[in-house]
């Protein structure tokens, strides 16, 4: 199993960026996927997650209304678009794979940094 992150980088508060990640080694369409986040000094928190096929989405209040998770089974991929980015949204982030019928996830990708600043 891997999940490979990109699209990280630095943005303006305001400003949009797309993170990505790739998985494999795993029936991707079968599992339900999720962003998670770190910012520096505080635990991870999750960011919202997507289901396997009706691509029904949940996410954590912060971020309600500005972020949006989408999947493309047949890319095995899944994003996070991010906008009306806040200084308080930089984090690291990480996508993760959650296990069937628990609230727990398996594997984590390797994290991409976003910073939000002027």
């Known amino acids: 199993v891997q999940l490979v992150e990109s699209g990280g980088g630095v943005v303006q508060p305001g400003g949009s960026l797309r993170l990505s990640c790739a998985a494999s080694g795993f029936s991707f369409s079968t599992y339900v996927m999720s962003w998670h986040r770190q910012a520096p000094g505080k635990e991870r928190e999750l960011v919202g997650t997507?289901?396997?096929?009706?691509?029904?989405?949940n996410y954590a209040d912060a971020v309600k209304g500005r972020f949006t998770i989408s999947r493309d089974n047949a890319k095995n991929t899944v994003y996070l678009q991010m906008n009306s980015l806040k200084p308080e949204d930089t984090a690291v982030y990480y996508c993760s794979r959650k296990r069937f019928g628990i609230d727990q996830y398996d594997y984590w990708g390797q994290g991409t940094q976003v910073t939000v600043s002027s």
């Open positions: 997507i289901k396997q096929s009706s691509g029904s989405t």
